[in-house]
């Protein structure tokens, strides 16, 4: 595997997996589409969570800027891309909330797959390293993407 991509395991707890959710689906009035997902924008929310992850990146000097819960549908995909962000954004991650689907592996133009599992977060320079979704064949996936910044 390629060294600029880290994997952690059990990044947050069951009981942070289980607010983000319940938090998404209670308002889904505030739920966007952005392509074929649906996306929840949550950085008015969350702080505790916000603070334990910034403590997890403390080293890097960076935090985060920007962060929302995301919906993939069934049949839902994304195409190879680099993320189209801030021009303070230096890194990206994406946590997975859920493992009942099948497919919506993350996949980068190396050729290099990672399989979802729940609570794995994958962690990567996002505007650098062209990166995409697999189609989403049964379910529904819901991800946790998150774009960090420099501390300042």
């Not at 950085?43 to 000097?61: P, V």
């Amino acid at each position: 595997m390629r060294k600029n991509i880290s994997i952690v395991d059990d990044f947050i707890t069951n009981d942070e997996i289980n607010l983000l959710l319940n938090f998404y689906k209670e308002n889904k009035s505030l739920v966007f589409k952005f392509r074929d997902t649906y996306p929840l924008k949550i950085d008015n929310y969350f702080f505790e969570l916000r603070n334990k992850i910034n403590m997890f990146f403390k080293s890097l000097d960076i935090c985060v800027d920007w962060w929302e819960v995301v919906h993939w549908p069934t049949n839902s995909f994304q195409h190879l891309h680099c993320d189209d962000t801030s021009e303070k954004t230096t890194l990206t991650s994406i946590l997975y909330l859920n493992n009942n689907f099948n497919g919506g592996e993350t996949y980068f133009e190396d050729g290099t797959i990672i399989s979802p599992k729940l609570n794995r977060c994958l962690i990567f320079d996002g505007k650098k390293y062209k990166h995409g979704v697999n189609k989403i064949n049964n379910g529904d996936r819901y991800t946790l993407a998150i774009w960090y910044k420099n501390n300042i």
